[in-house]
């Protein structure tokens, strides 16, 4: 093994605590030579005043380090999440006109942002947004919260498109959300809360599918999501691989090609193909033979249509037991990958009930693996959101 270097100068003779070999304790008996081997008593007083201190504060620092390692929780570090807004992002103000802030053309807009939000099969989640649901503590923080919470969501934000639909919804989406799109109607206000089926919300309605048949022809697949839906768990194991247009629903009666089930166009997957292009196209051109009434309303008559059969789109009816909501809830929390706040009319109710599956859900995962099993647990709502008035 090499040996340490040497140092040289007076000071490693003074601090040299060695003994001397009595050779060398006979041959200098002389008091210089005394002197020499031997430190002065000064010095040795000197390092012993210097040293005390630090090994007091040794002494007591230790211990404490030690007590407050074994107290403190070990909190995990959260993955980081690409969604969080990052800070190059240029959110515009209230007042700033969305054409000064995206300089593109809208068709350019919407395929930059899809190419960047899409999973590998080219599929995006979508969400339609405006500003009566974008207020913060509104339904799009609770839509998001649910992902953050939900059993393998959080990665799913990633891929999440929020359409908005007015100034103050984009300005809300750019900082809190990393893919936003401004979708702009000429003319119309979206901004305000839309009474169901009032001119306004039929309007917003019919522009969504008209929208959506675009991204169709991009090539892309989409899962749409209505911002009033909990995604508690990852939907895409449970849509039928030879679905073209499969949607969740407010009654289901237990079969996927059932034409009786009540469909609600509030979630569905679609694949991007000539067959479901020409089921949208001709699910938006309907509502002119059916004026007055939703796209949803307007797909329970078409969907019996000789038409369907001749574009051979095939359509799926996703079961409640996966896909549930107020109409009908999903009993088995094991199972369950989103709840709809649908069966409910007013924003403040469907906020009350939402945060109520939100806290459901949470207490939920709390629970212990054996009680979890057993199937006891249920949902607390509907609450605020009556569906007496429903059915009235």
């Known amino acids: ?63 404490c380090a030690v007590l407050y390692r074994a107290a403190a929780p070990i909190v995990p570090r959260l993955p980081s999440v690409r969604w969080e ?36 099969d080219k599929t995006v989640i979508l969400t339609t947004l405006n500003a009566a649901w974008a207020s913060p503590g509104s339904i799009i923080d609770l839509f998001i919260e649910s992902f953050r919470f939900g059993d393998g969501t959080c990665k799913l934000l990633n891929h999440l498109v929020i359409i908005t639909l007015d100034r103050k919804a984009y300005v809300r ?3 809190i959300h990393f893919h936003c799109f401004a979708l702009t109607t000429t003319g ?25 048949r675009v991204v169709l022809e991009k090539g892309y697949n989409f899962i749409f ?10 939907p895409l194991p449970h ?42 196209k001709f699910w938006y051109s309907s509502r002119e033979k059916h004026p007055g009434l939703h796209d949803q309303d307007v797909l329970n008559f078409i969907k019996y249509d000789p038409l369907l059969a001749e574009i051979g789109v095939r359509i799926r009816f996703l079961s409640t037991t996966y896909f549930g909501g107020i109409c009908e809830p999903s009993r088995d929390f094991s199972k369950v990958c989103t709840m709809h706040a649908n069966c409910c009319i007013g924003l403040g ?32 709502v509907p609450q605020n959101c009556s569906l007496a008035e429903l059915q009235s």
């Not at 802030?101 to 899409?118: G, I, P, Q, T, Y």
């Not at 849509?239 to 059932?258: E, H, K, N, R, V």
């Not at 939402?354 to 006891?376: E, Q, T």
């Open 349 to 380: 109710r469907k906020i009350h009930d939402l945060r109520v599956m939100l806290d459901d859900w949470r207490n939920y995962m709390a629970l212990p693996p054996n009680i979890k099993r057993s199937g006891l647990y249920s949902w607390r």
């Open 173 to 175: 989406c750019m900082s």
């Open 85 to 120: 807004p990052a800070p190059a992002l240029l959110i515009p103000t209230v007042d700033e006109p969305i054409d000064a802030v995206d300089l593109d053309n809208e068709d350019a807009r919407l395929e930059k942002v899809l190419k960047e939000a899409a999973m590998e």
């Open 1 to 63: 093994m090499r040996k340490p270097p040497r140092l040289s100068g007076g000071r490693a003779g003074r601090f040299a605590m060695h003994p001397a070999s009595p050779a060398s304790s006979s041959s200098s008996s002389s008091p210089s030579a005394t002197a020499a081997a031997s430190p002065p008593a000064d010095d040795i007083d000197a390092v012993r005043r210097c040293l005390t201190p630090l090994l007091v504060l040794a002494a007591v620092a230790f211990p």
């Open 225 to 234: 999501s209505d911002a009033d839906i909990m995604w508690f768990r990852d």
């Open 188 to 212: 119309v206000d979206f901004s305000r809360e839309k009474h169901f089926m009032s001119a306004g919300y039929l309007k917003m309605m019919w522009r969504r599918i008209e929208f959506l």
């Open 239 to 280: 849509f039928y691989p030879d679905g073209d247009f499969q949607i969740a629903c407010d009654q289901y009666l237990g079969s996927a090609t059932d034409l009786g089930n009540r469909p609600n166009g509030g979630f569905n997957y679609v694949k991007s193909n000539n067959r479901s292009i020409e089921f949208y």
